[in-house]
Nanobody
Framework: QVQLVESGGGLVQAGGSLRLSCAASGRTFSSYAMGWFRQAPGKEREFVTTIPMSAGITYAADFVKGRFTISRDNAKNTVYLQMNSLKPEDTAVYYC????????????????WGQGTQVTVSS
């Protein structure tokens, strides 16, 4: 049974930083692409960033380029999202996701989703 467990969310002031983690279990982590998505109150879930199974080239939404960085540690079965220069509009529940296809993940489709972690940025 695949499980994705996010952690690291919380309350931070604008301009601050947070690092989210997503620990995966249940199948061979290094064989799957990983991604982060977010959903703000009253809005649809949106793509944030993805990383292929063996790291390398990552993909990110324009609104996070230069501020957020995705990385993965296949030895620890964990994907990270380093978020810097946070803005109030970054407030959302952040979800990690896993899929066998980076293409599908970039389209917002995934085999598995985590439960999410709340990030709140105060102004």
């Amino acid at each position: 049974q695949v499980q994705l467990v996010e952690s690291g969310g919380g309350l931070v002031q604008a301009g601050g930083s947070l690092r989210l983690s997503c620990a995966a279990s249940g199948r061979t982590f290094s064989s799957y692409a990983m991604g982060w998505f977010r959903q703000a109150p009253g809005k649809e879930r949106e793509f944030v960033t993805t990383i292929p199974m063996s790291a390398g080239i990552t993909y990110a939404a324009d609104f996070v380029k230069g501020r957020f960085t995705i990385s993965r540690d296949n030895a620890k079965n964990t994907v990270y999202l380093q978020m810097n220069s946070l803005k109030p509009e970054d407030t959302a529940v952040y979800y990690c996701a896993e899929d066998s296809s980076l293409y599908r993940l970039n389209e917002g489709r995934a085999d598995y989703w985590g439960q999410g972690t709340q990030v709140t940025v105060s102004s």
